[in-house]
């Protein structure tokens, strides 16, 4: 499984990012999906995560009202729509796929990484 992410980047505080992640390679049917970061010193934690049917989705309490995930499944990728980012929203930030259609948002839930996209937001 290969998981590529982009939409990375630096931008003012207040400002918005769209984060995709393109996975190619699966060998497995319905599968579900997330959004990880990570800051340097600290645990991986979970921003966002949705499960194959579109419909059940988790957002971190950080993130809920500003973020929003979606994916396509046709085409096999994953978008994270950042708005109205925060200093503290600075992390990298990780695409990841579990072979299994319900929602979990842990890091142990899953099984295949990317290599991350920095964001970094300037106050």
């Known amino acids: 499984v290969q998981i590529v992410e982009s939409g990375g980047g630096l931008v003012q505080a207040g400002g918005s990012l769209r984060l995709s992640c393109k996975i190619s390679?699966?060998?497995?049917?319905?599968?579900?999906m997330g959004w990880f970061r990570q800051t340097p010193g600290k645990e991986r934690e979970g921003v966002s995560c949705?499960?194959?049917?579109?419909?059940?989705?988790y957002y971190g309490d950080f993130v809920r009202g500003r973020f929003t995930i979606s994916r396509d499944n046709a085409k096999n990728t994953l978008y994270l729509q950042m708005n109205r980012l925060k200093p503290e929203d600075t992390a990298m930030y990780y695409c990841?796929?579990?072979?299994?259609?319900?929602?979990?948002?842990?890091?142990?839930?899953?099984?295949?990484w990317g290599q991350g996209t920095q964001v970094t937001v300037s106050s």
């Open positions: 949705i499960a194959w049917n579109y419909l059940s989705t």
């Open positions: 390679g699966l060998r497995f049917g319905g599968y579900g």
């Open positions: 990841a796929v579990r072979p299994f259609e319900d929602l979990r948002c842990r890091t142990d839930d899953y099984n295949y």
